[in-house]
């Protein structure tokens, strides 16, 4: 296995779908999901894992690598373990193809990289000129990957060419019923706004390779099904731990804040270190509701723990 694509840590559709098109471009060229991956896409490929180029990272000898391709990531520590192959001297050649805006620490020789909806249809635009045919299960998975990452071409950052890709993909035989199976019912229009501000003020630190992304959000009054946002937004901004804070007004003397957290970090349960505030959950995703506007200390404190 001289080529390799590598997909980022908890891969999603859009890593999955985006690595499986690359392999018609580099023939021989083999899958390796080194970080485990999304519970939908662990569903997905219970299924039809035998029917993509996938290897598992045990069955690589890194000194026959030559080349290596990242897909849906620009960051080094967002691909695990396998992040030590890009320093072997025997590879010659380091490729990057990614959506985010972020810039990224990867030693790459090239990139691709575009501000779409999702890296796939970046790899989609490469296949259609190469003019080159895929197999109906292989164009479901990249389907997957531009209906997930764009919310069904409604996400604020879709682009006419996130529809062009999945028109391609449909032609290509893309199976719907699949497909409908695994994507989430769409956002609805308030929420889609409240996805978009998110995007545009979260913040980010990375703590021992680790992302920790938080946001505040203030409105007018209670928002119902924010949670689904903060499902999309860790997706979307790479995070490995989110706390998302809405701020509204309960009444004309008192504000309130709804608090939502999701994490998929080792060793942190969210249900106990949101229970001193009347929260709850799972150790992977908690809420609160906090009777206090001044939410920012409180924010710091989660953060720090």
């Not at 080792?266 to 509701?289: C, K, R, T, W, Y």
Request: charged residues 20%.
């Amino acid at each position: 296995m001289r080529t390799l694509v590598l997909c980022h840590t908890t891969a999603d559709f859009d890593a999955l779908g985006a690595a499986v098109g690359i392999t018609y471009l580099y023939l021989g060229a083999k899958v390796i999901l080194s970080g485990g991956s999304h519970p939908g896409v662990q569903s997905f490929l219970a299924l039809y894992r035998d029917e993509l180029p996938l290897a598992q990272k045990r069955t690589v000898n890194p000194d026959q690598i030559s080349r290596l391709i990242v897909v849906d990531t620009q960051q080094r520590d967002r691909v695990g373990e396998t992040a030590n192959w890009l320093e072997l001297s025997n590879v010659e050649e380091i490729l990057v193809y990614d959506h985010h805006p972020f810039q990224g620490d990867i030693p790459a020789t090239a990139t691709h990289v575009d501000q779409v909806g999702a890296t796939t249809t970046l790899v989609v635009e490469e296949l259609q000129q190469a003019h080159v045919s895929v197999s109906s299960i292989e164009a479901t998975v990249m389907a997957l990957g531009i209906h997930t990452d764009t919310g069904s071409l409604t996400f604020p950052q879709t682009t006419f060419r996130d529809g062009k890709a999945l028109a391609w993909l449909m032609e290509q035989g893309a199976n719907i019923d699949v497909i409908g199976e695994y994507v989430e019912p769409s956002l609805s229009p308030e929420l889609k706004q409240v996805l978009s501000k998110a995007l545009e003020q979260a913040e980010t630190e990375t703590i021992q390779g680790y992302t920790l992304a938080w946001v505040i959000l203030e409105g007018e009054s209670f928002i119902p099904g924010l949670s689904s946002v903060a499902e999309r937004l860790v997706d979307l901004i790479e995070a490995d731990a989110l706390l998302m804070a809405h701020v509204y007004r309960h009444n004309e003397q008192q504000k309130r804040t709804s608090l939502i957290a999701r994490s998929r970090l080792p060793n942190v349960d969210l249900n106990e270190i949101l229970s001193p505030f009347g929260g709850g959950g799972h150790a992977q995703a908690a809420s609160a509701s906090l009777k206090t506007g001044q939410v920012q200390p409180i924010l710091s404190q989660l953060l720090e723990q």
